[in-house]
């Protein structure tokens, strides 16, 4: 079987809802494309019948791929995971949710046949979330744009196509914390946008919780700017400045007026908050970036698989770097 022009990866976790519908649109898109396609699934540890429905689908559709990890990895990785053995030309990743419309894949082809070598979807509207969401990722986006070292576009997620080359590059990367749309930016190629109004989830729960939103917008500051180290810099040149000019009004106070109110315990017990506060953050910041870097230092893989099926061109050499099983299924 020859590669197919196009691959299609889909992270997957406890969508048992979404995923015949899903298909169901997927597969009108590959159908309308001009070449072959698969369809890669990656299941990141469901706990539902996820699973299930996606070995039916693969029988049923030899263009369907899937992968899935011995235990919940989370999305990145499994965005990465699927990035690994897919072996399209083109590579469109998106969701499982439907928010990430497949209609506008076509729209994508036509620009990666334009010469553009990075499609990115760029959201000019959320549906149906709530104002404080929306804030917060309002403020998100352009918070990271302005103190991220690379220029990350504002208002995007995974959802885009990328050329093979620039699939290769990603998968010569192997850092751990990974946050996919700024690795993106940061490899360069030529790259245009697609506006598009997100619509809201299909069916099911919301996976990205808050935690997880905050905990995946940390990796993407800290994978992408030095500034909250140079901020504790700041923080604390400030802190020894505010420390000297106290000095000096305690000496003051204590010298020219020393019934005044404030060289009492008050003043002491708000300077030792303070300061306190100060180190506190400090050592925050820097346990952010020491405890991604024994993260690296260990160089565990990045993920585990317990099963795959439907890879054509994926040798047991390659296969077995991340699963266990003797005799892939190649089929």
């Known amino acids: ?111 990666w046949q334009a010469g553009y070598q990075v499609v990115y979807a760029q959201r000019t509207k959320r549906q149906k979330e709530s104002w404080a ?38 998968n010569s990367m192997p850092e751990r914390n990974r946050y996919i749309r700024g690795l993106r930016a940061w490899i360069g190629f030529r790259q245009t946008a697609i506006p598009f109004k997100r619509d809201p989830r299909f069916a099911g729960d919301v996976k990205y919780t808050f935690r997880k939103s905050l905990g995946l917008g940390i990796d993407g500051l800290v994978s992408f700017s030095k500034v909250p180290l140079r901020i504790s810099t700041y923080i604390g040149l400030v802190s020894a400045a505010i420390a000297l000019l106290m000095a000096v009004l305690v000496l003051y106070w204590r010298f020219f007026e020393p019934n005044s109110r404030l060289t009492g315990f008050a003043t002491i017990t708000v300077a030792i908050f303070f300061l306190g506060a100060v180190q506190l953050i400090s050592i925050g910041i820097l346990g952010e970036y020491i405890g991604r870097i024994y993260e690296e230092v260990k160089g565990r893989p990045l993920y585990t698989l317990a099963e795959l099926g439907g890879f054509q061109n994926i040798t047991p050499k390659v296969a077995n770097r991340y699963t266990s099983i003797d005799n892939p299924d190649q089929g």
């Not at 559709?61 to 899937?66: M, Q, S």
């Not at 990271?144 to 620039?166: E, N, S």
């Open 133 to 170: 969401k929306r804030l917060l990722a309002y403020g998100f986006y352009r918070t990271l744009k302005r103190l991220a070292d690379v220029d990350i576009p504002t208002d995007t997620g995974d959802f885009c196509l990328m050329d093979r080359q620039v699939v290769m590059v990603l």
């Open 1 to 111: 079987m020859t590669e197919p022009l196009y691959s299609v990866i889909v992270p997957i976790y406890n969508e048992e809802a979404n995923l015949p519908e899903l298909y169901s649109r997927l597969s009108a898109v590959l159908d309308s494309l001009d070449g072959t396609a698969e369809l890669v699934f990656v299941n990141d540890g469901s706990r539902d019948r996820s699973l299930v429905l996606i070995r039916d689908l693969h029988q049923q559709d030899a263009r369907v791929c899937y992968l899935s990890f011995a235990r919940n990895f989370g999305h990145q990785i499994a965005v990465t995971a699927g990035l690994n053995f897919a072996q399209g030309r083109a590579v469109i990743i998106m969701d499982a949710d439907l928010q990430d419309p497949p209609e506008l894949i076509p729209q994508m082809v036509q620009q």
